[in-house]
């Protein structure tokens, strides 16, 4: 399968504690996105890398949450002391600079609950 | 803000229908506009984009229409089968510097019925 990896899909944790989800794009895709989806809602932006550089971030990705690509290719997402209002899906998706759409592919989802 | 407006919440329609979608922007920066189709569980799939320089693109079943004067586009799905049941959300995206993140509606949840 080349499509948009995520782990784990699914993260239960208490109230307080950290999480950190992974995301693999699709092997030549230089561009990277997190988004967060809630219940009955579309998802939302939250940052974006090209290559191993940060370079879009929503004022959603407050300061608990942090990104990284370090060798552009895989990324992590984590959130510190997790409160009951991160409950989400936490969605990745990659696309190529390459593509005159900049169509982008997601991928599965981690659904987080904090209980 | 709600930047992309999208409508019905809901729709239910029979098998061999047509499923209407609305959407409608305030942003006349956007320039792509894709759709995405959701299953319970799974993460969105791209079904077809257009760009505001045409005002129709079909793709087998699924049409997308575009009113750059009304700011409104539209997902026409043709001949609709209970597998198309699932969430459908559009979204749009300037293509400017600097400028990546889709903007989603909020999505409608579609029923096909046999």
């Known amino acids: 399968d080349t499509g948009v990896s995520q782990n784990p899909r699914h993260k239960i944790t208490k109230r307080g504690q950290n999480v950190t989800f992974r995301c693999d794009p699709i092997s030549e895709h230089n561009r990277l996105y997190w988004y967060r989806q809630t219940l009955g809602q579309g998802p939302e932006f939250l940052t974006y890398f090209q290559n191993e550089a940060q370079l879009e971030k929503s004022r959603l990705l407050s300061d608990r949450f942090s990104a990284e690509r370090p060798k552009g290719s895989f990324s992590t997402l984590e959130i510190q002391r997790t409160e009951q209002g991160d409950s989400a899906m936490y969605l990745c998706a990659s696309s190529s600079a390459g593509s005159s759409y900049n169509e982008q592919f997601f991928g599965p989802g981690t659904r987080l609950t904090v209980l | ?114």
């Open chain 2, 1 to 114: 803000q709600q930047q992309v407006k999208q409508s019905p919440q809901s729709l239910i329609v029979q098998k061999g229908g047509i499923s209407i979608i609305n959407c409608a922007y305030e942003n006349t920066a956007f320039d792509y506009f894709p759709w995405y189709q959701q299953f319970p569980g799974k993460g969105p799939a791209l079904l077809i984009a257009i760009r505001p320089d045409v005002s129709e693109k079909k793709e087998g079943r699924f049409t997308i229409s575009f009113n750059k004067s009304a700011k409104q586009f539209s997902l026409h799905i043709m001949d609709s089968q209970p597998g198309d049941s699932a969430t459908y959300f559009c979204a749009a995206k300037t293509s400017g510097a600097g400028s990546y993140q889709l903007t989603f509606g909020k999505g409608t949840k579609l029923s096909v019925i046999p």
